[in-house]
């Protein structure tokens, strides 16, 4: 099987772009309006995200699917479709509870439900489409790209919502995620097709492995054990402050949900060029200490740390409105970046050096271990939010 081009790799980050354009609505305008708008307690969005990504469990399932079946491209459609369709329901549910807040929640609670199955779907299926069509030379900058990409479309899809959503309304809300959900299911159907079809004209037969088995296995090998751990600990730290910058900007700042949905967007693209730093230091620059994975998680941790901080002392200023928000954020989705960038950096790497037909379900384990952190931090920090203020 032919490996990816580099024009192939670019078509397949278009995928991870969609996937972001569609979630950061979730955990960014919903959860605003949930909290400031409707004046519900921040557990509330918390619970629902930490629903979302509780589907999560679930990805080790369909990444054994999608490697018995040979065939990842139906499960990142599928995974999208579903997606988009939880999107639109979700921003359903957020105006319906302007007037009926106990079917705006039952209806939420499947609109986060689908979007967590929809995520897990295909975002496991691409990173094992990745890790068996990329050359391993290319699987570094590959995950670089793609990361870049998703991150791309996170801060333009908040860019751009933050300005069609003023002034607020629950008909413009959902408006505005329909259009998201239809531009993401296009670009995926675009990015994935054809690229596996040399697979099918050479169908292999798929593993007669059971799951269990099969999950036992990957579980054994001791880089991805270690790993899995990793990553738990890692991503709990990094989205416990996700939920709460949002409505921070709204109670704090006095912010519209528009301007708040935008201050997002630089978030997220300080998250872009903290990764494209890393990218190309590590690259050009080889040597112990900027070709270091390590170096540069440390980095991220401490620069993170201080981005926080000074939003703490924020709230504290006499004076808020000559307080530079924007580029405090930048400075924390930037040092973000750097961090997650050496983690994605390790993972690639990883899935790919270890024993082949097992990327699928190695990326499921991973992935778990990812939404299950995201959840727990989620909700924790929203539980925090509120505990404070009461």
Not at 41 to 62: D, E, K, Q, S, T
Request: with cysteine; hydrophobic share 55%.
């Amino acid at each position: 099987m032919k490996p990816l081009s580099w024009l192939g790799i670019a078509r397949l980050g278009l995928v991870q772009l969609s996937l972001g354009a569609v979630v950061v609505l979730t955990t960014t305008t919903f959860n605003r309006v949930m909290v400031v708008e409707l004046a519900l307690p921040a557990m509330l969005p918390g619970a629902l995200v930490a629903l979302h990504y509780a589907m999560g469990m679930l990805r080790p399932c369909w990444g054994y699917g999608s490697d018995r079946s040979k065939r990842r491209t139906p499960w990142i459609l599928g995974g999208m479709a579903v997606l988009a369709a939880g999107g639109v329901l979700g921003a359903v549910a957020t105006a319906t509870m302007e007037t009926g807040v106990a079917l705006g929640v039952a209806l939420a609670v499947l609109a986060f439900v689908l979007i967590g199955a929809g995520v897990g779907m295909a975002g496991t299926s691409l990173l094992a489409l990745l890790s068996t069509r990329v050359a391993a030379e290319r699987r570094p900058a590959a995950a670089t790209i793609v990361w870049l990409m998703m991150i791309f479309g996170l801060a333009v899809t908040a860019a751009t919502a933050g300005q069609l959503l003023d002034p607020y309304s629950g008909q413009r809300l959902i408006a505005v995620s329909a259009g998201v959900a239809g531009v993401a299911l296009v670009l995926t159907t675009f990015a994935v097709w054809g690229v596996e079809r040399e697979a099918v004209a050479a169908p292999k037969k798929g593993p007669e492995t059971p799951f269990r088995e099969v999950l036992r296995e990957v579980w054994a090998e001791p880089g991805s054990r270690l790993f899995t751990i990793f990553i738990f600990v890692s991503m709990l730290a990094y989205f416990t402050q996700e939920l709460i910058l949002e409505p921070f900007a709204g109670h704090v700042f006095g912010m519209t949900v528009g301007e708040s949905t935008t201050l997002a967007s630089r978030h997220k693209m300080g998250i872009f060029f903290g990764m494209i730093l890393v990218a190309v230091l590590g690259s050009a620059v080889r040597g112990r200490w900027f070709g270091s994975l390590k170096l540069w998680t440390v980095a991220g941790c401490v620069g993170s740390t201080a981005a926080l901080w000074g939003l703490a002392s924020a709230a504290f200023a006499a004076d808020k409105a000559a307080w530079p928000l924007a580029a405090n954020v930048f400075a924390l989705g930037f040092f973000n970046g750097v961090f997650a960038v050496a983690a994605i950096g390790s993972m690639m790497a990883l899935a790919g050096a270890q024993a082949p037909g097992r990327e699928g379900a190695r990326m499921g384990l991973w992935g778990a271990a990812q939404a299950i952190a995201f959840g727990v931090g989620g909700f924790v920090g929203t539980a925090a939010v509120d505990g404070m203020r009461a």
